[in-house]
Each structure stands twice: as structure tokens, then as C-alpha cells.
């Protein structure tokens, strides 16, 4: 594998004619040049396989691509004129360009792919889900115990999974639990418990803690447990069974009624499952669908012939990629020609396979939506199984490129297979699939046109944007503050962000608020927009950064008079300033706006859209200085509690310290100064207590 800047040559006599230089912001001279070192550098690309990148004036990283010819897939973006489509969009930003030569396709399947995962260029496919899969542990032990796990696997202990969410793994605790009672404390309370507890009880536990059951029992409850979770359900309900008449046998009634009842609820287990005795192979099952310019990739787990659940993901970027994707697809076609392949066809494919590629420079709004719900799913498959568990088979409701197969079979270590139109068990897995698809989109959907809904009639209310409003809705900025502390502790003030019609938890802000006497939320209030604002105006005064469109702060005309005279000695403007007061009898829906504009305080009445959306993101606001501040608190009354910690102070200097300050609040509160006119209490004593409580 290698890399590099490739020395300008003669452009290829074959290529089309150079692609006139692209109309963008750049002066001509300088665009001019940047679009003649990009024919350059592409007249110098290898023929061989490799991935390639774009990067615009800032640098950033625009588009990521593969492609089996450099040379040939390059040249088609440079050498065509693509109009005002999305492609030429992208191609006009175009600054800079790098290659890396790989070794084979499969190389640059998984050089593209971690890539985008890492880098999130903005025309590309990108499913963003930062979370590890939970799995279902079973701690090496004498008694082993079950238990939740996410995060770096121990070799130590076995592991069941992944399951799709939380859930699936606590039911699947649970299920254990029910029929084969094995243990789920932690081995600190199990080496101390004298009599068993709660679950042994109601019949979830065996009590091994207590030695109510030997150890061998135990053992083979545990082996029992490991055949269920391997899928090997049959052969446990039958060693079950003879385990039942052999106590019958032995006149052992009471063990045979447990085994029975244990058959029994392993029974019912298995008639609410979906399973499938034939096939003991792990299995993902996924459905893909676009509407209305979003999409949903439903993946669904079988783990040992068991339906653990789905998980939905919701990519971004779908229609910038889906023009730029059907122009790479378009301009290299396979090798072979459509038809029967041998490895396809033992994964289900149809033998028109390859007809459902998309053609060259179709479009989200043009295309096929098939096409276009294949080339998400295979983003899916690339992105998803990169540094993950892929099972041997893949159930999907398209078909998917076998050389996708095949790269990620090298990834990971064994032959993956595909079905699209599978049959039986499997067809009822994928319709299942398709249906929590279809919902979960809808669901997206209705919640987009909501939110949408209620950011248009707040812009209306407050006439945002009068001219060219719907252009405006998707870049519309409000930004909320709110007070939160306990009778003058822990004060914090927070700000949070509503933007692209939904709330953006990475920019929210908290801030800790100081110098200021408990309890004054005007001076608290004062303090947190000065902090925010200062740096913001003066870049926005030189063309730079960018301000909100809305401040929102939590309170009446108190708070906004307050704001105002923030933004007037920062030379804002304030009709940016809109205060939420509380309504008479503090009634949810009766809140009213103050504008420290001078305009009238207005009242938009229950079933307002605009209030709904003013209350969303306030109460936010809110929420988000409660957990900060409560956080805060928690750790300056844990600091307090350990004055003992601090080397010179014993119980009587710290008995005198809270009889003089009044309680570990006044404590944390006092000066260097006053704490050292607590008797017992010398100067550097008191500079030291003062660093360990802040």
C-alpha cells in the first residue's frame, strides 16, 4: 500500500475534454490555477486500484471514493461538466486532491470505510453510532454468574452476542434466570451472604451462595444455559427430560417437579420465539428504505436461532452521496457480465443480479429508489462490520455486490453469504425486518415534519426571516439559557442549542458561575451572556463566527432588562432577546414572550406550535443546569466530607470549622482569611484546606 503526490504528465489523449474551470467564491485567477493543478495531478493517476479524496479551500475533507482504476474513475469527475447537479456542486468546492495506491479492491473497501467512519466527509453515505453492542457475559467462577457487558471483551469469561440494545440483553437475563436460576450477584455479595436472597425466594435463583444447590447441580444448569445460548435448544429440553424421569425413577419427586416446571418455562420460551431449528448459524437480517429524502437501514440479530430484536439506523448525507454513488457505479461496471454467478447464486441472489445497479449520474430525486436503497445498505455493510462481529450470513432485502461479500469475508476471518430472497423461516426474519424498517422511518419522518412544522411557526410568530422564509428554516440558530442552583449553591448557568430542526447536544455549553452573591440569578444571568457573547461579537464584527438567530432566556422582564443591557455593551442586537415568562398559576401552555426590543409581550396560547418548540427547547435548558448543577453540588459536599483527608485537620479541628462556618456549605465558601481564624487553624493550614476544597 502507498501514497504520495504524483508528478504532473500529459493528460490522457482518451480522457474527454477538460471540464470548464468551476464558478465559485475563489477569485478566477486563483480558482483558475487550483483547477489546472487538479487536471495535472489526475493526468498523473496509475491505473491501479486505490481510494481517492477530496478536500475543499478549508481543507476539509469533501468526498472519499474507491475505485479499481484511479486513472478512470478520477478523470470522470473532472473531465465532464456536470452542470448545477450535486456532483458539480461538490467538483466546483474541490481544492485539493489525495490517492493511496492499495493492493486490491478489498483494501480499499476497508481503507474508504474507516475513512469515512473517522473522518465524516460531507458527501459521503454516514452512518454515525459511536456505541459498542452490549453482550450477555458469563463470569469464569466456581458459581458462574450472568451478567450485562459493553466495551472490550476479557478472554476469561465467554460472551453471547451481540444483541441490539440493552434490552435484549437484560431479557435475556431474565430468561436465565426464569429457567435455569443461575446466579446474577456480584462475587463480593455472594462471598458474604449467610441466607439466600430475594431471588432465590421467587425462583430466579438457585442459591449456590448458600449452597443450596451442590456444585455439580450448578454446573449443569450453567452447561445447560451455554447449549440454550449456542442454539442447541432441543438437545437441552431432551437432556432435561431424562433428567426428570430419572428422579421420577428414584422416587425424587421434588427434584423431578423443578426439572418439569424448568421444561415448562423453557417451553414457553421457545413458543414466543421465532426459531429456526434447521439452522444454527448466527444470522443478521436487514432491511433498507428511502422516503422522503431519508433513510433507514432495520438490523434485526439471530443468535443461536434466537430473534434477539433490532435496532434502527438513520444515515446522513443520502441524497449528496446517491448522485455522487451513481456516477462511480456508472462509470466502472464488473468484470464479468450479468448472470448466474456460483458464489451469488449459493447466497440467493437472482440472476439478474447486476441489472439492479445504478446507472451514470442518476440522482436521489432520479434514480430508481431500489438503486438507491441498495448502495445504502452496502455503506451499511461496509461501515457497520469494520472492527465488529459479522455473522456468516446476512439476510438483506436487496441484493449486495459479492466483491462487498468478499472483503468483508478477509476482514473477517470466514466466508460471508448473502440472501435476498430467502425462504420459510428467514422470509418471515426479513419480513419482520421490513416492517420495523417501515415503521421507524415513518416515525422519522412524522417527527422531522413536526419539528419542521414548529420552527416555521416560530419563525412566523416572530418574523425571522420575512423574505425567503423555507430557505431559512434549515440554518435557523436559537440558543437558551437558564439558572439553576440549590438556595444559592452550586451555581451553574447552561446553554443549549436548537439547530437543523432538532436539538444539538455537542454544542450545548454549562457554565460555573462565581463572584456573585448566592442566590442573584440577575447577576448570574449577566455574567453567563457576557461570557458567551464577548468573544462571539467582536469576531462577528470582523466578518467572522457566527451569532444566533434567537436567545432564548428562562425568565420575565427581569431577566430580559438584564440581557439587554449585556447586548447593548457589546453592541448586539437586541431584538435577538426573547424571554419565556411563566404564566398565571406558573400553567404550562400559558407562557408569554418578552422582547427586550421594545415590542409588546405576547401570549401564543396552548395549541401554539411555536410555544410547543419554545417549551422543548426551555425545558432543556433546563434540565441541563439541574444535572450540572446537582453534579457540582454532590461534589463540593463529598469535598466537604472529607475534611479529615486533609493532613493537619483531625475531628476537632473539623468539629470547630463547621460549628464556626456553619455547616460544610460555609466551609467550601470561606476565604483563606477566614478560615484561618478558626482557632487550631494556622495560615498554611488554611491556604492547604482551601486548594482540597477547590
Known amino acids: 500500500m502507498g501514497s504520495g503526490k504524483i508528478a504532473p504528465h500529459m493528460s490522457d489523449p482518451q480522457a474527454d475534454e477538460p471540464a470548464p474551470i468551476p464558478n465559485d467564491a475563489a477569485p478566477p485567477d486563483e480558482a483558475a490555477l487550483a483547477w489546472q493543478r487538479l487536471l495535472a495531478e ?8 486505490g481510494v481517492y479524496r477530496y478536500f475543499d479551500a478549508q481543507d476539509q475533507l469533501l468526498y472519499v471514493g474507491k475505485a479499481r482504476n484511479l486513472k478512470k474513475r478520477v478523470s470522470s469527475y473532472f473531465h465532464k461538466d456536470h452542470g448545477g447537479t450535486r456532483i458539480g456542486h461538490m467538483v466546483g468546492r474541490i481544492r485539493r486532491l489525495e490517492t493511496t495506491v492499495v493492493r486490491s479492491e478489498a483494501e480499499a473497501l476497508l481503507l474508504e470505510n474507516n475513512l469515512i467512519k473517522t473522518q465524516h466527509p460531507r458527501f459521503n453515505i454516514l452512518f454515525r453510532d459511536d456505541k459498542s453492542y452490549p453482550y450477555l457475559k458469563l463470569v469464569t467462577h466456581a458459581y458462574p454468574r450472568v451478567a450485562y457487558f459493553r466495551g472490550a471483551v476479557d478472554r476469561r469469561h465467554r460472551y453471547f452476542g451481540p444483541y441490539p440494545s440493552a434490552w435484549a440483553v437484560k431479557e435475556g437475563i431474565q430468561l436465565l434466570q426464569k429457567v435455569f ?27 449456590p451462595c448458600v449452597q443450596a444447590i451442590s456444585a455439580e447441580a450448578y454446573r449443569q444448569d450453567v452447561a445447560h444455559a451455554v447449549r440454550f445460548l ?19 425413577e428414584r422416587l425424587d419427586f421434588e427434584a423431578a417437579a423443578q426439572l418439569r416446571d424448568q421444561i415448562g418455562a423453557l417451553a414457553k420460551v421457545l413458543h414466543q420465539q421465532a426459531v429456526d431449528t434447521d439452522a444454527e448459524r448466527d444470522t443478521d437480517i436487514l432491511a433498507v428504505k428511502v422516503q422522503g429524502g431519508r433513510a433507514c437501514v432495520n438490523l434485526a440479530m439471530v443468535r443461536g436461532g434466537r430473534h434477539l430484536g433490532d435496532r434502527a439506523y438513520f444515515p446522513t448525507h443520502v441524497e449528496e452521496a446517491a448522485a455522487i454513488g451513481a456516477l462511480d457505479e456508472g462509470d466502472e461496471t464488473p468484470d464479468a457480465a450479468p448472470g448466474v454467478d456460483p458464489e451469488a447464486a449459493s447466497a440467493g441472489f437472482p440472476d439478474d443480479a447486476a441489472a439492479e445497479a445504478p446507472t451514470a449520474g442518476a440522482a436521489l430525486t432520479e434514480a430508481g429508489v431500489g438503486a438507491i436503497e441498495t448502495q445504502v445498505l452496502e455503506a451499511f455493510l461496509a461501515q457497520h462490520y469494520i472492527g465488529s462481529p459479522c455473522p456468516p450470513l446476512l439476510v438483506c432485502s436487496h441484493a449486495v455486490d459479492r466483491r462487498l461479500l468478499a472483503a468483508l469475508g478477509e476482514q473477517v476471518g470466514h466466508r460471508v453469504l448473502a ?17 420495523g424498517c417501515e415503521l421507524a422511518l415513518a416515525r422519522l419522518l412524522a417527527e422531522e415534519g413536526s419539528q419542521q412544522a414548529r420552527t416555521r411557526a416560530l419563525v412566523e410568530v416572530l418574523d425571522l426571516a420575512p423574505e425567503g422564509m423555507d430557505a431559512q428554516l434549515d440554518g435557523l440558530r436559537i440558543e437558551c439559557f437558564d439558572i439553576s442552583h440549590t438556595a444559592g449553591e452550586a451555581t451553574q448557568a447552561s446553554c443549549v442549542v436548537f439547530e437543523q430542526h432538532r436539538m444539538q447536544p455537542s454544542q450545548y455549553r454549562r457554565f460555573n458561575i462565581a463572584g456573585i452573591t448566592g442566590g442573584d440569578d440577575y447577576a448570574a444571568m449577566r455574567q453567563v451572556l457576557t461570557r458567551r457573547y464577548a468573544k462571539l461579537a467582536e469576531a462577528a464584527q470582523q466578518g467572522q463566527g457566527r451569532l444566533p438567530d434567537l436567545v432564548l432566556v428562562d425568565g420575565g422582564r427581569g431577566q430580559v432588562a438584564m440581557a439587554r443591557e449585556v447586548f447593548e455593551s457589546l453592541g448586539l442586537d437586541l431584538a435577538l432577546i426573547v424571554g ?15 422582547f427586550a426590543d421594545g415590542r409588546e409581550k405576547i401570549a401564543l396560547g396552548r395549541d401554539s406550535a411555536a410555544l410547543m418548540l419554545i417549551a422543548q427547547i426551555r425545558d432543556e435548558a433546563h434540565r441541563f ?21 486533609i493532613p493537619g485537620v483531625g475531628p476537632k479541628k473539623r468539629a470547630k470549622m463547621l460549628q464556626r462556618f456553619g455547616g460544610v456549605r460555609g ?25 482540597a476544597l477547590h
Open 667 to 691: 466551609v467550601a465558601a470561606a476565604s483563606v482569611d477566614d478560615l484561618a481564624t478558626v482557632e487550631g487553624i494556622s495560615r498554611e493550614l488554611a491556604e492547604e484546606i482551601f486548594r
Open 181 to 207: 436460576r443461575l446466579r446474577t450477584c456480584e462475587d463480593t455479595v455472594f462471598n458474604n451472604r449467610t441466607r439466600p436472597c430475594l431471588l432465590y425466594q421467587i425462583h430466579r435463583c438457585s442459591g
Open 230 to 248: 449456542e442454539g442447541h435448544t432441543q438437545e437441552v429440553v431432551d437432556g432435561l427430560q431424562a433428567q426428570m424421569l430419572d428422579a421420577a
Open 580 to 594: 419565556v415568562e411563566k404564566g398565571e398559576g406558573r400553567k404550562v401552555g400559558l407562557e408569554e414572550l418578552v
Open 419 to 435: 440472501q435476498h430472497q430467502p425462504r420459510e423461516q428467514r422470509r418471515a426474519w426479513l419480513d419482520m425486518a421490513v416492517q
Open 42 to 49: 489526475v493526468a498523473a493517476l496509475p491505473g491501479l486500484p
Open 625 to 645: 443546569a439541574i444535572t450540572g448543577m446537582r453534579a457540582k453540588r454532590a461534589s463540593v459536599r463529598t469535598s466537604g466530607s472529607r475534611l479529615e483527608d
